[in-house]
């Protein structure tokens, strides 16, 4: 694979405190690529080096095969992108806006850019108004629309679905999808919120305390053939012999008060609650976690306390 962003050991510090530590990472062209982590975990801090927007302490970032350090000008000619929240000249229309950047990044048949990109991201009929009207969510799209106009190879969204609507978060999904399928776009995403990754991206990377403590493929980290599975019964010492009887006791984890913990896969489960049934043990609930989904939502709940794990 010729990765078309490539992080080799990159740290930065401030003082003592590490923002990123030790950054090891390769995003393939053509693929939607999850940066997912608590807020405060090093994602802005880390697109921010790939953008060049901040020198890493040590370390070597690469992009499209090329040094970002001796390139810069040639790589970011080639990037969109949304970090943080989009700035404009708000006395400005969002069409002035959008013309004013186009002519600073030398964009190519400007105008017909600019239609292309008001109807990508649904701001077609309200482009000529001041953007000190846009809600925050119609300068978000304002953003991604500038982020696109120059026909960027790669683009960086850092947590781009911030103030929208439900709708507007399906119609950004849906345009992130169709610049991977239909325009062959690479799209780094950032976020905090692992269905939003799982939903779209390709690949993914966890980053913990300014670390890379997961990284892989999507179907691969979020799959169901490994759950811990919580079957809340009314008698777990019967249950558990029932399971062992039928040679389903590989599956036990452990028995706790009213329940049982379980490591299966999705398929399992109805036979598990089918074999239950006809032992007349009832079953009160059942709660299903991926591995990988239990881990995120400890570090997100308490990154204070949570130990980093090794996902091979």
Known sequence: MNPIVQLQGV???YGDFAAVDGMNLQVAKGEVFGFLGPNGAGKSTTLRMILSLIKPTTGSISLFGLDLHQHRNAILGRIGCIVEKPDFYL????????????RMSHTRQLNERIETVLHLVG????EKDRVKTYSHGMKQRLGLAQALLHEPELIILDEPSTGL???GIIELRNLILHLKNDLGKTVILSSHILSEIEMIADSMVIIHRGKAVVQGKVSELLSHEDLQVDVQVDDPAAAETALHESRLGHLILERIPGALKLRC???????VARLLTDKGIAIFGLQATRSLEDYFLRITASPEKADILAFK
């Open 265 to 271: 896969a999705k398929s399992d489960i109805p036979q």
């Open 123 to 126: 701001l077609k009929g309200r």
């Open 165 to 167: 609507d439900p709708q």
């Open 91 to 102: 006395y400005l229309s969002g069409l002035d806006n959008l013309r004013l950047f186009g």
């Open 11 to 13: 740290s930065k510090k």
